[in-house]
């Protein structure tokens, strides 16, 4: 895939970029590297400072760079707006609780024989970070925070259909005041990959993305050794029992199936509805869906904008086609949108069954899976029957069907009444062949760190007297 931005509203090539050469990549991590020697000696408080005006420049630049990922990957301008809002409180909560999270945690010095014991958190180093489009600052952001309070320096392989965003960030962190080269764009294509992550200055990569791009840096860093976490696909239940407020949940469907345009890895996609509210609930389901505007993205009342690629609207095509072939039924949608641009319309589809890849796959674009159930057994045995275990929704207002789903369900984050959503305060990622690994929160800061173990023994003269860990959070 060329390093390009098209507009996937008009299918218009916009600019293209070359890819950087080898000895470009090559100084670049040497850069990496120097900066990480002095960088991993700041303190907390100083990279918080640097965080904190990372946010504020994000503010002032809010609206261009709203618009520069709306022009790149096609979300709403109004969803480009408030991802640059979250990108802004991400930084701002590691810049507040960053330190905290540093500090050494003490352990039972005495029952280990020692005068102190505890554990320090310290930066692994390099971090490869090889991100997707469709959150194109917010995906990179949830790595960088964290990874930059920590002391961890960064290098961004972002989707080749964002190239503008991904240089934005490297400037982002530049304006910020962080010194040079802490963090910085790898304009390359997914081949160079291999050779930045085989590279012995590199230490770690955080990948979010598809399954298969997953697997090849996961196979890579194995072999190297090399630590990683893994963000992959997921087909989200989203399952709605009898006791449940109706109409709040198909409105919450609808968000949380044709959010940033149906694509996004937690994104509801296989819906199971208890058979005594399926009709009704369906009913609501394809009414809201055939409500949503569908337009220009940069329009301020459109909801639903085009897919990102040419070849993912295809993609789309393809499984509905599949489906109806299988016997599905369309309910509402089912159809690209007679324009220019990659459109599909929102679409509910019901009679799935798993021979359909629409059952089976994660379609990522605006088209709901339905399928009725006998109970809530059947629901939850139905949706952990899928390789995927990213997140989880249930519509009840009957505590033991909550507790069971949260007990049950196979999934690294589980919803009640509510779509699943990422917070800075909440951990986040996925079980089985959705990833491993943790994002976010104190857990999302340790994956790249070195949580090391100190012990320290008896005095043998009052020389070696004095707290150390004090001393080490300084
Ligand atoms: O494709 C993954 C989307 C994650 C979005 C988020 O972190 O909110």
């Known amino acids: 895939m060329a390093i390009a931005t098209i507009n996937p509203a008009t299918g218009e090539t916009l600019q293209t970029f070359e890819p950087l050469s080898d000895d470009a990549v090559e100084e670049r991590i040497a850069r990496a590297a120097a900066a990480f020697g002095s960088y991993r000696l700041t303190s907390p408080r100083q990279r918080a400072g640097w965080l904190r005006a990372a946010a504020d420049v994000l503010d002032a630049d809010a609206k261009s760079v709203a618009e520069l990922m709306t022009t790149e990957m096609g979300k709403t301008l109004a969803s480009a707006q408030a991802e640059v809002g979250k990108c802004a409180k991400g930084l701002r909560y590691y810049a507040e609780h960053g330190e905290q999270m540093l500090q050494p945690q003490p352990a ?30 917010w995906q990179a952001i949830r790595f960088a925070a964290p990874a930059l309070m920590a002391g961890n320096v960064g290098l961004l392989k972002h989707a080749s259909n964002v190239p503008q965003t991904a240089l934005y960030l490297e400037e982002l962190f530049r304006k910020a005041g962080f010194p040079d080269d802490v963090f910085q764009t790898l304009l390359i294509g997914s081949g160079a990959v291999e050779r930045v992550l085989r590279d012995d200055r590199v230490v770690a990569a955080t990948l979010t993305g598809s399954n298969a791009a997953g697997q090849a840096v996961a196979t890579v860093a194995g072999d190297a050794l090399k630590k990683t976490v893994l963000e992959l696909g997921g087909s989200d239940p989203f399952i709605v029992m009898p006791s449940a ?98 459109f599909y319309e929102p679409t509910l589809v019901t009679d799935v069954t798993p021979e359909m890849g629409i059952w089976s796959e994660e379609v990522f674009g605006p088209v709901a899976a339905l399928h009725t159930v006998a109970d809530l057994d059947e629901a939850i045995r139905l949706a952990n029957e899928h390789v995927y275990g990213l997140g989880s929704n249930l ?29 800075p305060e909440l951990p986040f990622g996925g079980v089985k062949q959705s990833g491993y690994g943790r994002e976010l929160t104190e857990l999302g800061m340790y994956e790249f760190c070195n949580a090391k173990t100190v012990w320290i023994g008896p005095p043998s003269s009052q020389q070696g007297e004095g707290n150390t860990a004090a001393a080490a959070s300084e």
């Open 245 to 342: 407020d109706l109409d709040r949940a198909a409105e919450v469907a609808v968000t949380a199936r044709c959010q940033n345009n149906g694509q996004s890895c937690i994104a509801a996609k296989r819906f199971f509805v208890h058979a005594d509210v399926a009709e009704e609930f369906t009913r609501l389901f394809a009414e809201k869906l055939a409500a949503l505007t569908v337009g220009d993205p940069m329009d301020e009342g459109t909801q639903v904008g085009p897919l990102a690629t040419e070849s993912g609207v295809e993609e789309v095509e393809g499984y509905v086609r599949d489906a109806v072939e299988k016997g599905a039924t369309v309910v509402v949608g089912g159809k690209r949108v007679d324009r220019p641009g990659w």
């Open 108 to 137: 039972d010095a005495a029952a280990v024989g020692a005068t102190e014991a505890y554990v320090v958190h310290q930066p692994l180093g390099v971090v490869l970070a090889v991100m997707p489009w469709n959150f194109p600052m």
């Open 395 to 423: 519509w009840s207002e009957d505590q033991g069907e909550r507790l069971r789903f949260i007990r049950d369900i196979q999934s690294g984050m589980a919803f009640v009444n509510g779509m699943t959503t990422s917070y």
